[in-house]
């Protein structure tokens, strides 16, 4: 999706503000929370279309089309109102209401058969995609069936763990919040978040962003969004918790949370927890998609802890991160096993090459950093070289550095 202009996003909040006024007089908790996310759904999807119209007229549609098939205007059910008097509450004839409110529902393509639009209706939500079940509410992963140990034949069921359908409307409001161009709005839709599920982690964590926050209070902050996490999961201790649950999508907030938490104790002086923190991270996330390794390793490398940094190393052996293969060499170095070093910086610099002038300074770790990355990249070194040339700061150790690359081209050359 695009990003929203200020034009547009100005509208959002109008009709964020009548819903939610609206709601707060005539409607329930629930309500509101499916019309909020029914308008964030259309901004997403169909912003050309909500550029046109009052912003009080799409309010009411949404919440006409939101009440056409949840029975609002059922007066055997609750909440009720009648049609003509929520179009008078925004303000509108029942022409325009009624025009918009079919423009809703083709646009969102309601009908009663929605489930993800029916309030009270709980339905499943495989693991694959957090932003897309909106429309379930449970995660599974399938693909751990297992055989049972006391019956050959029979197979376990497959690990399932149910969420609330409001945490799923929070995570598509957060995604919005992602995608804005300045904090502003990201803490204002993250704050909607809140509002919605009170354990949205991503929520804290874009508040954590303020600038004007100290560092304690972005450390309470970030503190909160790894409680929120856990909370979502429903454990207070990771220990306790199934391994399975670690391997669905839906913890990927946790992780996210606390790889956040670490990097900031880590710069304001509280390195002891902030390693504690990133060993968490690799023992729940054996993927480590957020490659907390690269980091670790820099890590226990200038707190001189080099019998965890083996171990790790040990652990990640067959890895082919540059940051993992570079730390290797300065460990070795460090431990006056100089020969063995010789030969991990000659592995190291096959890996990759481009590290080695970052190393030397020869080249300066550029202010915008790549997103994506390769094994063996520019983009690779670029990264490494950001968070992991303190480790480097040693002259006799660059000076050696150089002799042995010059060493490594010659052999090449010949």
């Known amino acids: 999706m695009q990003e929203l202009s200020n034009v547009i996003a100005s509208k959002y ?6 819903i939610k006024s609206f709601s707060g007089e005539y409607l329930n908790e629930e309500y509101k929370n499916i019309c909020v996310i029914a308008t964030e ?3 997403q999807d169909c912003e050309e279309q909500l550029k046109k119209g009052k912003s009080f007229s799409w309010a009411a549609g949404i919440v006409h089309a939101i009440g056409t098939i949840n029975n609002l205007f059922d007066s055997k059910e609750e909440p009720y109102i009648k049609a003509t008097d929520l179009y008078k509450a925004f303000g509108v004839s029942s022409s325009t209401g009624s025009s918009k409110s079919k423009e ?14 029916i309030i009270g209706k709980s339905t499943d939500i495989i693991s694959n995609s957090m932003l897309e079940a909106e429309r379930e509410a449970a995660a599974t992963a399938s693909n751990l069936a297992q055989k049972d140990e006391s019956t050959e034949n029979e197979k376990k069921e497959p690990f399932k763990f ?20 300045n904090y502003k709005n990201r803490s ?46 429903r454990i207070n201790n990771l220990e306790d918790a199934q ?7 839906i913890a990927e907030p946790l992780f ?29 996330n054996e993927q480590d998609n957020l490659m907390v390794r690269s980091l670790l390793v820099n890590w226990l490398l200038i707190e001189k802890r080099y019998a965890q940094l083996k171990e790790l190393l040990e652990k990640y052996e067959k890895d082919n991160l540059a940051a993992l293969h570079y730390s290797k060499v300065v460990l070795l170095y460090k431990t006056n096993e100089i020969k063995a070093a010789e030969n991990a910086l000659r592995r190291a610099y096959k890996r990759n090459p481009h590290v080695i002038p970052y190393i030397l300074k020869q080249k300066r770790v550029p202010s915008s950093l790549p997103h994506s990355i390769r094994f063996g990249s520019e983009e690779e070194a670029i990264r490494y070289a950001d968070m992991g040339l303190a480790v480097w700061d040693d ?18 050359f010949n």
């Open 13 to 18: 909040e109008e009709i964020i503000e009548k």
């Open 41 to 43: 759904t259309l901004f």
């Open 104 to 117: 809703v529902k083709n646009l969102l393509g309601l009908s009663n058969e929605s489930k993800q639009w």
């Open 162 to 181: 149910a969420v609330h359908k409001s945490f799923i409307m929070s995570q598509r409001i957060i995604d919005f919040a992602w995608k804005q161009k």
């Open 188 to 233: 204002k839709y993250a704050k909607e978040a809140l509002d919605v599920y009170e354990d949205c982690a991503d929520a804290y964590i874009i508040l954590s962003k303020d600038s004007s926050l100290n560092d304690t209070q972005r450390k309470e902050l970030l503190e909160k969004a790894v409680k929120a996490a856990q909370n979502l999961l």
């Open 243 to 249: 391994p399975e649950l670690f391997k669905l999508k």
């Open 256 to 284: 996210g949370a606390k790889y956040n938490l670490a990097t900031h104790l880590w710069k304001i002086g509280e390195k002891e927890s902030a390693i504690d923190q990133a060993f968490d991270i690799l023992k729940y």
């Open 395 to 412: 002259s006799n150790m660059i000076q050696w550095v150089k002799e042995k690359k010059n060493d490594f081209d010659m052999i090449n």
